[in-house]
């Protein structure tokens, strides 16, 4: 009986991952993109709105529920990060001109938390839950970069390196030189790696502990990221990201 109770919601969660990627979707939507029987997906459905999950509209088709809203919520509110990083961020964007991204991992992804935009009319729209793989974009790999050794080697030993932009790196021996450079340097920096004449720059964020937190990250058109500006955008990077990683109890000496 437990078995079967927990492959329900297995089945239930594959529901309402389909709303990761779809505003909403009919009852024959669903049935033709997780090939479930129509009579189960019904039965599903039926109690995901009953509990709050999902919700019908006008047109019969599903989208998903206020509930979500007040969870989402939740969660932003008790990521701590988030709360000390936001003060730091704002004035990094307003020093900086440029989009300000703040960025933690979730498993072989990089995942974007919380964002402030630029106040120019030409921006990047990234927006918040957006996700990356942790070899592609200045803000993923900073996050690869000062992953444990052994960690991080076997991500980059098993990855598939697939282009995404123009500027992704697809060369393995070019990711490792990538990294080091970035343990070095304390930054890395991409170009049309996510996206097409665009570059980031990103810096690491470290606990009290010295372990790699999050990451933070200066995102914008490539033709405002000049080589005269990026010096000063970079020190600025690096600032920001040692007064939240301060915030979090980490000292330098105890970075490693």
Known sequence: MIQNRNKTVVKSMELLHLFIDHDRLSLQEMVELTNMPKTSIHRMIGSLEGMGFLQRGEDGKFSLGLLFLQFGQLVAERLDIRQLALPVMSALRDEAGEAVNLIIRDGKEAIYIE?????????????????????????????????????????????????????????????QLAIQEAREKGYTISYSELENDTVAVAAPIFDHEGRLYAGISLAGPQERFTEERLPGLIARLKDAAERISAALGWRRTRRT
């Open 115 to 175: 964002k402030l935009d630029t106040p120019h009319p030409v921006r990047l729209y990234t927006k918040i839950g957006r996700r990356s793989p942790l070899y592609a974009g200045a803000c993923s790999r900073i996050i690869l970069s000062f992953l444990e050794e052994k960690e991080r080697e076997q991500y980059v030993r098993e990855v598939e390196l697939v282009p995404i932009g123009r500027g992704t790196i697809t060369d393995r021996e070019q990711l």
